[in-house]
């Protein structure tokens, strides 16, 4: 299983915004975040727990080992606001966190 | 540019049976793992299957003996049948394609599923 927090988050343009995935057993580093905005399919941003995806904006990172996970946003921008996603391919069953809405404060 | 459309979602009765389609272009299918995975509306994401180059499938215990993936690399489509609808099967469902290391790096916009009498 796997435990995103907060489910929501309120934030501003400039923030720096943090969002936690925890693993309910060891997973390495396979795991990947996800951006969905309303009426669209998600978007890859960061496999193998830190590593950027092609054409993803450096303000977001991740980072993490094992059972904890973090996705960074450095500076929020007004193309941000939208839910994110942590997903687990350490085992053959890929579930998905419960998600994390990022909306304006 | 790589593309997936799925197709084939529509309303069915519960008990229903229904098959979606996902035709995939601009990279060498066989080569991929691909996935379906569902959204509930208003919900979270929910990962369904996924098949390998070499046809081997693994479910998620919430369709496991009423949905089955296959694929047909000689035209590039991925398929899901679903059998014995239940109303909880309502959702968009999606194919992406597994990039295996790389996570779920193309997904297509999804077809529609309601599941009600």
């Known amino acids: 299983q796997m435990t995103q927090s907060p489910p929501t988050l309120s934030a501003s343009v400039g923030d720096r915004v943090t969002i936690t995935c925890r693993a309910s057993q060891r997973i390495s580093n396979w795991l990947a975040w996800y951006q969905q905005k309303p009426g669209r399919a998600p978007k890859l941003l960061i496999y193998?727990?830190?590593i950027l995806q092609s054409g993803v904006p450096s303000r977001f990172s991740g980072s993490g080992f094992g059972t904890e996970f973090t996705l960074t946003i450095s500076s929020l921008q007004p193309d941000d606001f939208a839910t994110y996603y942590c997903q687990q391919y350490n085992t053959h069953a890929r579930v998905f966190g419960q998600g994390t809405k990022v909306e304006f404060e | 540019q790589v593309q997936l459309v799925e197709s084939g979602g529509g309303l069915v009765k519960p008990g229903g049976s229904l098959r979606l389609s996902c035709a995939a272009s601009q990279f060498t299918f066989k080569d991929y793992y691909m996935a379906w995975i569902r959204q509930a509306p208003g919900k979270g994401l929910e990962w369904i299957s996924y098949i390998t180059g070499d046809n081997t499938i693994y479910y998620a215990d919430s369709v496991k003996g009423r949905f089955t993936v296959s694929r047909d690399n000689a035209k590039n489509s991925l398929y899901l049948q679903m059998n014995n609808l239940r109303a909880e099967d309502t959702a968009l469902y999606y194919c992406a394609r597994d990039s295996r290391d790389s996570g779920l790096d193309y997904w297509g916009q999804g077809t529609l599923v309601s599941v009600s009498s």
């Open positions: 193998q727990a830190s």
